[in-house]
């Protein structure tokens, strides 16, 4: 692959999140720079963030304050762009485990929707209106092996892969260009300083981060 080729990001924040970050001190990450970390060779045009805004949890009233004071430091960084799914909670009938006779109960479940239908449609868009030289991916997710493989073999142009979990899929290693690991040295050199300004005003890295 040829040097500095104009690049596009699109990242997983849930893959992101659940591969790298959760139950790590890494979560003010700041993801323009890890991308030029990770990206060294390339010119990162745009950076779009796909994610979905959460709700408070029993355990945790504050999760959605903290994520919306990282959406604020994101917004810091003039070329990302987030892009909002959004989250569905639907009843399911469940089975207790290592409970006879076979018991079931109907639970709550929650599922993060949209991201990755958004992610693959925003790829293919800019893709086929060759918005970028060079596309590449945050995330192990293998949903998105087709979309994938249609920029690589349809549109001939190169897309990498920067997985944040510790194992590679093999359907999306198959068609990407390349695969690169995120490792805990590049979200340790890629966070955010603690105290951030943007245009109302000074605020600060959740103190609990």
């Known amino acids: 692959m040829g040097n500095h080729l104009k690049t596009n990001v699109y990242i997983d924040g849930f893959n992101l ?23 060294p060779l390339h010119t ?36 990302v ?19 006879v006779p076979v018991k079931r109960v109907w639970v709550d479940k929650t599922e993060e929707k949209g991201s990755d239908v958004n ?7 800019d893709g086929f209106l060759k918005l970028f030289e060079a596309a590449v991916i945050v995330t192990n997710d293998s949903d ?13 142009m190169p897309i990498g892969i920067l997985n944040p979990h510790d194992r590679d899929s093999k359907t999306l290693q ?9 490792r805990q040295k590049h979200l340790i050199d890629s966070q955010f300083p603690n105290k951030l300004t943007d245009g109302k005003g000074e605020f600060h890295k959740p103190s609990d981060w």
């Open 81 to 99: 762009t987030i892009v909002y799914g959004h989250f569905s909670t639907h009843p399911v009938l469940m089975r207790l485990s290592g409970v």
């Open 17 to 39: 999140y659940y591969g790298s970050l959760k139950g790590a001190p890494y979560k003010w990450l700041d993801i323009g720079k890890l991308c030029r970390e990770l990206l």
């Open 119 to 125: 992610l693959a449609t925003h790829l293919l868009h």
């Open 174 to 182: 198959q068609y990407a260009t390349f695969v690169k690991r995120i």
């Open 44 to 79: 990162i045009q745009t950076i779009k963030f796909f994610t979905a805004r959460v709700g408070a949890r029993p355990h945790d009233a504050q999760l959605p304050v903290r994520q919306q004071i990282y959406f604020r430091a994101l917004k810091t960084i003039p070329n």
């Open 144 to 156: 998105l092996t087709e979309p994938v493989r249609v920029v690589r073999q349809v549109l001939n």
